[in-house]
């Protein structure tokens, strides 16, 4: 016997659900960074499926073990709100940097960008 026969069915029900969407949704998140073309475009997929897939994971992780320690477990939400604020900070970073390096290239789904003059300088 393992611990895990003390579980309540209905937390494990719930907790595999969760597991089951985090997972779907990491996958399509990584499927959209294969699938998409530009680098623009592979920013937003990863960075939602990875998120959130990540989120759904953890929110399972804490339920079960909290369940089983009859006690709160803030290590997984401290890890959960850690990889749900910076994922996207670092991204939009990424992002910016690459807009920066090539102002004159927008992204593919934006306005196109009005060539820049030689002494002007990008806008942060």
């Known amino acids: 016997m393992t611990h895990l026969d ?3 069915p209905a937390i494990a ?3 595999a659900v969760l597991l ?3 997972a779907t949704l990491t996958v399509i998140g990584n499927l959209g960074l294969v699938r998409l073309r530009s680098f623009y ?8 499926g990875t998120s959130w897939g990540t989120a759904s994971t953890i929110i399972a992780s804490a339920l079960i073990f909290s ?4 006690r709160l477990v ?23 940097a690459a807009y920066r ?20 300088q990008p806008v942060p």
């Open 74 to 96: 803030v290590h997984e939400l401290a890890i959960g709100v850690f990889v749900m604020v910076t994922m996207p900070i670092a991204l939009l970073l990424l992002g910016r």
């Open 6 to 8: 003390s579980l309540h």
């Open 13 to 15: 029900l719930i907790a």
């Open 41 to 48: 475009e592979r920013l937003h997929a990863p960075t939602l």
């Open 67 to 70: 369940s089983l320690g009859s």
């Open 101 to 120: 390096r090539d102002p004159g290239k927008a992204p593919p789904s934006g306005r196109p960008a009005k060539p820049m003059r030689e002494d002007e």
């Open 20 to 22: 089951i969407i985090g």
